[in-house]
């Protein structure tokens, strides 16, 4: 489990952090969302042990991270600037993670050969941006870890491999209870792997909840009244109305069973729930704190 208590950290006066707090159950895989700048890479890298946190606390199964070797030993990372050795080959840098990775498994190093296709004795510096992406992905995955943390993981991939590495997470995910952390401004592709999503806003984790509670609390729904008939809807906690020709579009903070419960007492003409995507209860749930929205949308 992953507990993140009321973290603080500023950077030359900015609080980039303002109390963050979110917890991440074992073997789940947990999205985390935020226009840019709300703190989800600083946030990252206090889990990861690479920054000192002001104050609060950062536990990996019950455990401090900051200069606990043996807590980082369980945590594979992929930042969005991953580093290697300037000189190193694919085979070289397998080495290092062997020594720092108790359960690093060169059998299944071996076995990623195929679904990489990367010549290991390359020098990685030389490789294309996503060939790197995809080195970065082969040795976390080698390395047996019980959680991974990812920043914008699968940029520079092509449609192809970015299947092909979700895939291999999830796959991890079911066969050995590992946690995935996400951090991703393409929230189409987290709604297909993430079963928990949290929100950053100005240092804050302003909302938790897992996918299905999300989009069960919030719904659209298409109405057609009849002729002349306007009801008086305010009642209803609309986030959002728009009208085309006599087609009344909705975005209500209710499960759809209610919302149409409720619209139906006026005896529309027509009545239809449907499903937001999280990118859309992402927007509606950022609307109403500011404008920063656009920042994060692909």
Not at 87 to 111: C, D, H, I, W
Not at 210 to 232: A, I, R, T, Y
Request: glycine letters at 8%; one cysteine or more.
């Amino acid at each position: 489990m992953i507990e993140v208590k009321s973290l603080v950290k500023t950077f030359d006066g900015f609080k980039a952090l303002d109390g963050a707090t979110l917890k991440i159950e074992k073997g789940s895989v947990y999205g985390l969302m935020g226009p840019n700048g709300a703190g989800k890479t600083t946030l990252l890298r206090h889990i990861t042990g690479v920054y000192k946190q002001d104050s609060g606390e950062v536990l990996v199964d019950d455990a401090k991270v900051w200069e606990n070797v043996n807590v980082k030993s369980h945590i594979a990372s992929i930042p969005d600037d991953w580093f290697f050795y300037g000189q190193a080959t694919v085979k070289e840098m397998m080495q290092l993670y062997k020594g720092l990775y108790p359960a690093f498994s060169v059998e299944r190093y071996n076995a990623l050969k195929d679904a990489f296709n990367i010549d290991e004795n390359k020098n990685i510096k030389y490789l294309s941006k996503g060939m790197q992406k995809q080195v970065a992905f082969w040795l976390a995955l080698s390395s047996m870890p019980d959680y991974m943390v990812l920043d914008e993981p699968v940029d520079g991939l092509d449609p192809v491999m970015r299947r092909r590495v979700w895939g291999l997470m999830m796959d991890d995910v079911a066969s050995r209870g590992t946690t995935v952390l996400v951090s991703s401004h393409n929230l189409r592709e987290l709604e297909d792997v993430c079963d928990h999503v949290g929100i950053m806003n100005h240092g804050k984790v302003i909302l938790e909840r897992s996918l299905l509670e999300l989009q069960d609390n919030m719904v659209k729904l298409q109405v057609v009244f009849k002729d002349g008939e306007e009801p008086d809807l305010s009642a209803l906690p609309i986030l959002h109305d728009s009208r085309m020709g006599r087609v009344h579009t909705m975005i209500v903070r209710m499960c759809p069973e209610s919302a149409l419960n409720a619209v139906n007492k006026y005896e529309p003409i027509v009545s239809e729930a449907i499903p937001l995507t999280l990118e859309e209860i992402f927007i509606y749930e950022m609307g109403g704190l500011d404008n920063e929205i656009n920042s994060i949308l692909v």
